[in-house]
């Protein structure tokens, strides 16, 4: 997993040292973020960017099923 601030690649060490300046609620938000594999998001005006090298895995460690589309459910 690589992560990057701003398009640029940073260090475990510089990951910490901004989180320093962060919220609980923004810390607890960026763990989230890492566990649900979302891939762009912000906090304190810095893009982050998780590149995964490994393809995305569940809670149990299983690949993820396909879309299930039920029929005849619609779009208001």
């Known amino acids: 997993m690589h992560i990057m601030a701003n398009g640029e690649t940073i260090s475990k060490e510089e990951?910490?040292?901004?989180s320093e300046?962060?919220?609980e609620?923004?810390?607890k938000a960026?763990?989230?973020?890492?566990?649900?594999g979302v891939f762009r998001f912000k906090i304190n005006n810095v893009t982050f960017?998780?590149?995964l090298d490994s393809p995305l895995?569940?809670?149990q460690g299983k690949k993820p099923g396909p879309v299930i589309k039920i029929p005849g459910e619609?779009?208001?």
């Open 25 to 27: 609620k923004q810390e």
């Open 57 to 59: 895995r569940d809670s």
């Open 49 to 51: 960017q998780i590149d």
């Open 21 to 23: 300046l962060w919220t």
């Open 74 to 76: 619609r779009s208001f």
């Open 30 to 36: 960026f763990k989230k973020f890492l566990k649900q």
């Open 15 to 18: 990951l910490i040292i901004m």
